[in-house]
């Protein structure tokens, strides 16, 4: 997950979506899986993304996947918004465009239940006789990335929110990482010390504090549906996870309701706080000496507490209507493989595959790796919801009114359930 420039609103598209209804009625289904037999890679393959320090680095490593396998790659490397709406559009008319494409596991419910646009991947490498390896991902974090107990995706990047802790600073305390909420809360205040702050959060309307915010909603044992699949906003869970988010902005810097997961990961790395919740993606700038002041002086651990966390992690998908599946095939298999995601390891990236996370000399050398491991089997997506952008909008909203104050918490929950109950009546 996490990328820049995110809190796309789906309904921003709509009426460039009905443009191509019509055309839509009229396009080819795509190729069922396997017809044919296996095929031989070859061609080009058009790779839809948007930035980030280790897809940057990935990019930089294409040729020599072109080199290996005489697949060319044209690389449409844009904005995050601008990216989900092309995806979008490509999907609804079927035109096939984009070969393989970045998703999320929030997608799925839209790209799949809705437009069944994605390639089913396992069952198609298995077509192709090709072994995609995903024995050595969790279970949980294939479960992400799954639609009707069918994988439609393979994992790049984890991107799992940890808690990440200036080590100086706790020591000198004699404090140590939060393993509890109420842990993390009694640490967070005692080192609020300006200009050296306790910590940030992630207030910024939009998915940033629908994301800090719900790691706690969890963590209290509250939940954001029941079993029949009604929202459960309004409950003194979900009251007390917002109260927790105003406890926290207390030993906060000035306007964190307007931070985004970069600002947080900024003012961390720029040694203004002691404690954070941060997206693993975001570990290349805590590793850059041009942007960082912590170097050597931070340490992650997972999230305090048993409970879920929110999984913002992002995978290459293939698109239904490819005209190329057997080059994009072989693609996402070198895009995800034990060799490829390793060599990506050294600049700071959250890799998914086991084998990675759990090797001692790995480890050693890169000590992110083995509390990214320890979380990875709590990261779950937190909403599986064609209406998802639709629905983390409406609550963002009131959580962002009740850190600015203009809510209390109370009435912030009331009026996100409210506004929950309309969007899925209306979905």
Known sequence: MRKLGRGFRWVAVLAALASVAAACSSSKSATPSGSGGPAKPSGTVTFLVSSTPTVDNLLKMIPQFTQQTGIKVNVVNIGYDVMTQKETLDLRSQTGSYDVFWTEGTFLARYVGQLSGLEP?????????????????????????????????MP???????????????????LAPATSLADYLSNVSALNKPPTYGTEIMGQQGEPVFYEWVNWLWGEGGSLFDSAGKPTLNTPEAIKATNDLLTLAKSAPPGVANFSWDQAASSFAQGQVSTAVLFSDQTPGLLDPSNSKVIGKWQYTPFPGTANTAFGGYAWAMNAYSKNKPAALAFIQWATSAKTLAALVPNGSSPPRTSIQNDPSLQAKYPWLKPEGEASSRAVVPISNAAYFDLVDALSTDLNAALTGSKTPEAAMADAQSQWEQILSST
């Open 121 to 153: 991947i396992q069952e198609y490498a298995a077509s192709q006789h090709v072994d995609l390896g995903t024995s050595d991902f969790p279970q949980t974090l294939l479960g992400n990335f799954s639609y009707n107990n069918k994988l439609y995706a």
């Open 156 to 174: 790049f990047e984890n991107t799992l929110m940890m808690a990440a802790s200036r080590t100086d600073l706790y020591k000198g305390a004699g």
